[in-house]
């Protein structure tokens, strides 16, 4: 079966970067669109990032110009580069596939399956 998992969370101050993983089984991720969300507490789920399976990527405008959402196929791994952190950016990153949309979307509801999640904390 389709299982994600992301790493790569923790704490860093802001300013500083870190890069999430999403690792894959049971499916080939460059074949079906891939999204980013985070969640913090007390709010909706926000999608911040999206990776076709062309390499058309779209980033949501709270994160454009910091992040960078990227595919490692031989590694069946799609990474979220993120810089110049902010503590408003601390949440439960999760990323998410679908089998069955062609396009990426950073709508929650778009997609099938789901990671556990990792933590992002950014704070001094």
């Known amino acids: 079966q389709v299982q994600l998992v992301e790493s790569g969370g923790g704490l860093v101050q802001p300013g500083g970067s870190l890069r999430l993983s999403c690792a894959a089984s049971?499916?080939?991720?460059?074949?079906?669109?891939i999204g980013w969300f985070r969640q913090a507490p007390g709010k909706e789920r926000e999608g911040i990032s999206c990776l076709n399976s062309d390499g058309r990527t779209y980033d949501a405008d709270s994160v454009k110009g910091r992040v960078t959402i990227s595919r490692d196929n031989a590694k069946n791994t799609v990474y979220l580069q993120m810089n110049s952190l902010k503590p408003e950016d601390t949440a439960v990153y999760y990323c998410?596939?679908?089998?069955?949309?062609?396009?990426?979307?950073?709508?929650?509801?778009?997609?099938?399956?789901w990671g556990q999640g990792t933590q992002v904390t950014v704070s001094s």
């Open positions: 049971g499916v080939t991720l460059g074949y079906y669109p």
């Open positions: 998410a596939t679908t089998l069955t949309k062609n396009l990426c979307r950073t709508r929650p509801e778009w997609y099938d399956y």
